[in-house]
Nanobody, 124 residues
Framework: QLQLVESGGGLVQPGGSMRLSCAAS????????IAWFRQAPGKEREGVSC????????NYADSVKGRFTISRDAAKNTVYLQMNNLKPEDTAVYYC?????????????????WGQGTPVTVSS
């Protein structure tokens, strides 16, 4: 069974850091572009960051540029999202997603596989 499982979410104070993990089971992430999306209460889901299957191409939403870094560890079959200088507006449920159809990663669908999400709350 193909699964993506996010972890690492929780409560953090403004200005703090957090690292999210997206682990795959049943398939290798090496063949997929991986993206992180987030959805805040009452808002539409938005693409946050993505990394191509080669790791050579990354994209970031303007709202997180300079603060978030996406990376992948092939040996662990995991993709990470390092989030620094977190702000209350970063509060959302974060999802990772995998796409095998496109050459480069994009911050919008389609993505074939999705995780269940991990909540991130930035609050003092």
């Amino acid at each position: 069974q193909l699964q993506l499982v996010e972890s690492g979410g929780g409560l953090v104070q403004p200005g703090g850091s957090m690292r999210l993990s997206c682990a795959a089971s049943g398939f290798s992430l090496d063949y997929y572009n991986i993206a992180w999306f987030r959805q805040a209460p009452g808002k539409e889901r938005e693409g946050v960051s993505c990394i191509s299957r080669s790791g050579g191409n990354t994209n970031y939403a303007d709202s997180v540029k300079g603060r978030f870094t996406i990376s992948r560890d092939a040996a662990k079959n995991t993709v990470y999202l390092q989030m620094n200088n977190l702000k209350p507006e970063d509060t959302a449920v974060y999802y990772c997603a995998a796409d095998r159809l496109r050459t480069l990663c994009r911050l919008w669908p389609p993505y074939q596989y999705w995780g269940q999400g991990t909540p991130v709350t930035v609050s003092s």
